[in-house]
């Protein structure tokens, strides 16, 4: 570690000027010799280091949003190209050059810090030894030697030994509590972060060998903590915990104002929203209607719960405009958008779909019918043979005429209904014309 650490010391001097510097404030409060004036000035170096690297956070936000989006072309790659190595990294790398990603921006917040950690951890080392370093001088040095937080001093290891705890003028009982605890908190400060990163900021439609990777990290790294913890000064504990207090917040800001899309998150996220919009009839500040505006222009690309959000403010009356704002339905067409995507404009009123009926419903339908047609069929009939009956002298069109028919007046063909039993009908739809074009047949002949 010390090798490690004097590799960083171009940084040493910086690092310790602005230790030194929040010192002068912090001790001019609580006094110079005391744990909370050398205890502040370590976790405001945090604080600044971190308001420093919120760009840096942002654009690992980003990346590993990116990541999760290319997992499932990256899942198809492996499978495709599984016997050849090469040949899936090269389709890798060309997957992430046509995208521009790069999977290494997930980690240039903690490569960032480790400079200015390893540099702190050799100016408490520095201490801890009784050397200047820095700008540190001997009064500072005998200053941060007094120091306590808690009991231990600011250099005290959980493995050190007695003697060189009592140099100190400690205990080794009271220097192995605050930093059993220090550690403690450090891991489950790490283990949190991670884990509400996983249980509510990942894309849930996507099941992919990223989730598992990062499923795993949420064990590991606390363990890998726990383990180095025991070799790090208070001091570097002080300064590790505050940076894992620090990035647990940030995260669940982010994670509560913008979440990842298709997450919990973001469905607790647009469900919130879609209150504060019913309450004040419209979007309040730019942030919601930059979240609106994205929603809107993925059409049929929305997820589930942005549909959802979409179809509750048109069942409001409210319609999401292009630019992020919410107006009122009337006077601008407010689409639904269905379970599969499909856009509907709300003010068109929707076609009624006839009842489907069952299969016994059908036949007692088409019994009924039949009934009243052949009541109407026995109505007409007797009609019929009264007429036929009283005209029974009268020649009928289908039986030939004696009488000599006049060319100069044209023949009409007169359209009868068919009766059983009658030997003219059948002469005249079964016969057949010879030399000429054949009569059809008729329609109701089976």
């Known amino acids: 570690m010390d090798t490690i650490a004097g590799f960083f010391s171009f940084i040493t001097t910086p690092v310790s000027w602005v230790i030194v510097q929040f010192h002068t404030v912090y001790g001019a409060i609580f006094g110079a010799d005391t744990g909370w004036a050398w205890g502040l000035s370590i976790v405001s170096l945090v604080i ?33 190209y599984k016997s050849d190595k090469q040949r899936q990294s090269e389709e890798m790398m060309k997957l992430y050059k046509e995208t521009g990603t790069n999977p290494l921006s997930s980690c240039l917040p903690i490569l960032a810090q480790s400079p200015f950690f390893f540099a702190l951890y050799h100016v408490l080392n520095g201490i801890a030894t009784g050397k200047t370093i820095g700008v540190i001088n001997d009064d500072l040095l005998a200053s941060a030697r007094k120091a306590h937080i808690f009991g231990a001093p600011l250099a005290a290891k959980f493995m050190d030994s007695s003697d060189k705890v009592g140099a100190l003028g400690a205990t080794l009982t009271d220097v192995r509590v605050v930093t059993a605890i220090m550690i403690v908190l450090m891991s489950f400060s790490q283990f949190y972060t991670q884990r509400q990163l996983m249980t509510k900021n990942v894309d849930t439609t996507v099941k992919t060998p990223f989730m598992q990777q990062q499923k795993m990290l ?20 002080v300064y590790w915990l505050t940076t894992n207090v620090w990035t647990m917040g940030q995260q669940m800001y982010v994670i509560r104002n913008n979440p990842t899309p298709g997450s919990k998150a973001q469905a607790a996220y647009l469900e ?3 209150k504060h919009v019913l309450n004040h009839g419209g979007t309040r500040n730019k942030r919601e209607r930059t979240i609106v505006k994205a929603i809107v222009a993925k059409g049929r690309d929305r997820n589930e719960f942005e549909r959802k959000f979409i179809n509750g403010l048109t069942k ?7 630019d992020g704002n919410v107006v009122k339905g009337e006077g601008s067409v407010a689409t639904l958008t269905a379970e599969d995507g499909t856009a509907t404009t709300a003010a068109a009123p929707k076609r009624q779909q006839p009842k489907r009926q069952s299969k016994s419903q059908r036949q007692s339908a088409a019994g009924a019918k039949t009934a009243g047609d052949s009541t109407g069929s026995a109505s007409t009939g007797s009609s019929e043979s009264g007429s036929t009956a009283s005209d029974a002298s009268e020649p009928t069109s289908l ?21 059983s039993g009658s030997g003219g009908r059948s002469k005249a739809q079964s016969g057949q014309r010879k030399g000429g074009p054949q009569r059809p047949k008729s329609p109701s002949k089976k």
């Open 272 to 274: 919130r929203l879609h």
């Open 48 to 80: 600044l280091i971190r308001i420093c690297l919120i760009p840096l956070f942002v654009k690992q936000i980003k990346a590993t949003r990116a990541m999760q989006t290319l997992q499932p072309e990256m899942k198809k790659i492996q499978e495709r």
């Open 399 to 419: 039986t030939k005429s004696e009488q000599p028919k006049d060319a100069s007046q044209p023949t009409a063909r007169k359209a009868t209904t068919p009766k």
């Open 218 to 237: 949420m064990y590991v790294f606390p363990v890998m903590f726990a383990v180095f913890g025991i070799n790090f000064p208070v001091g570097v504990l």
């Open 316 to 322: 409001a009356g409210l319609a999401a405009q292009a």
